[in-house]
C-alpha cells in the first residue's frame, strides 16, 4: 500500500509538472510570438529613423537632428580611443547650441549591424554598430546605443548614447 501511495504521488507531480511545464513554454512562445509580430513591421520604421538621424549628424544638419528629438532628450558619448574612459553627457538642445554657428567636421556613419528590439509598437532599444568616416577615411567605430518612442505615430530618439572604439579587428 505503501508503495502504491508513493508511486501515485510521482505520477501526479510529475502529471502537474509536465502541465504547468506546457502552460509556461505555450505562454513563452505566446508572448515571443507578440513581440516579434509587433517588432517585424517596425523594425525598418526605427532603423529609418536611426539613419535619418545618423545622417543628419553627420551632415551637421540642425533642424533634421531636431526633427527626430524627442524634447528633453539626451546624449552621451564614452571614448576608449586613447585608452581611458572618456565621459560625455548632455541634453541634445544643449549640445545642438554648442554646434549652432561653428563649422563643424561633417563624417558618414554607415552602421554594419543593427540590433532592433521593439516594445508594444511604442517603445524601442536599437543598437547600431558603425565606422566613422571623416573624408572617406576610415576614423574610429562605433557602438550605437537608441531609446526611441513612437510620438504621434512618428519614432522620435529620447537617447543616443555613442561609445568610440579605436580602430582594430575586434569591433
Same mark, same amino acid.
Given at each position: 500500500?505503501?508503495?502504491?501511495?508513493?508511486?501515485?504521488?510521482?505520477?501526479?507531480i510529475?502529471?502537474?509538472?509536465? /502541465?504547468f511545464?506546457?502552460?509556461?513554454? /505555450? #505562454?513563452?512562445?505566446?508572448?515571443?510570438?507578440?513581440?516579434? $509580430?509587433?517588432?517585424?513591421?517596425?523594425?525598418?520604421?526605427?532603423? #529609418? #529613423?536611426?539613419?535619418?538621424?545618423?545622417?543628419?549628424?553627420? +551632415?551637421?544638419?540642425? $533642424?533634421?537632428?531636431?526633427?527626430?528629438?524627442?524634447?528633453?532628450?539626451?546624449?552621451?558619448?564614452?571614448?576608449?580611443?586613447?585608452?581611458?574612459? $572618456?565621459?560625455?553627457?548632455?541634453?541634445?538642445?544643449?549640445?545642438?547650441?554648442?554646434?549652432?554657428?561653428?563649422? +563643424?567636421?561633417? /563624417?558618414?556613419?554607415p552602421?554594419?549591424?543593427?540590433?532592433? +528590439?521593439?516594445?508594444?509598437?511604442?517603445?524601442?532599444?536599437?543598437?547600431?554598430d #558603425?565606422?566613422?568616416?571623416?573624408?572617406?577615411?576610415?576614423?574610429?567605430?562605433t557602438n550605437? /546605443?537608441?531609446?526611441?518612442?513612437?510620438?504621434?505615430?512618428?519614432?522620435?530618439?529620447?537617447?543616443?548614447t555613442?561609445?568610440?572604439?579605436?580602430?582594430?579587428?575586434?569591433?
Amino acid at each position: 500500500m505503501l508503495m502504491s501511495k508513493f508511486r501515485i504521488t510521482m505520477i501526479i507531480i510529475f502529471s502537474l509538472a509536465t /502541465f504547468f511545464t506546457d502552460i509556461s513554454v /505555450f #505562454a513563452q512562445e505566446e508572448a515571443s510570438f507578440k513581440t516579434a $509580430e509587433t517588432s517585424n513591421g517596425e523594425d525598418s520604421a526605427v532603423k #529609418a #529613423a536611426v539613419e535619418q538621424f545618423l545622417v543628419a549628424f553627420g +551632415n551637421d544638419e540642425q $533642424e533634421k537632428m531636431k526633427n527626430i528629438l524627442l524634447p528633453n532628450s539626451n546624449i552621451a558619448s564614452i571614448s576608449m580611443l586613447n585608452g581611458e574612459p $572618456e565621459i560625455f553627457t548632455m541634453t541634445t538642445e544643449m549640445y545642438l547650441l554648442q554646434r549652432e554657428g561653428k563649422q +563643424n567636421k561633417k /563624417f558618414q556613419e554607415p552602421v554594419r549591424q543593427y540590433t532592433v +528590439n521593439v516594445s508594444q509598437g511604442v517603445l524601442a532599444f536599437v543598437r547600431a554598430d #558603425a565606422t566613422v568616416y571623416y573624408d572617406g577615411i576610415a576614423s574610429h567605430h562605433t557602438n550605437d /546605443f537608441f531609446i526611441l518612442m513612437k510620438d504621434k505615430g512618428v519614432w522620435k530618439i529620447l537617447s543616443g548614447t555613442f561609445s568610440t572604439l579605436p580602430l582594430t579587428t575586434d569591433n
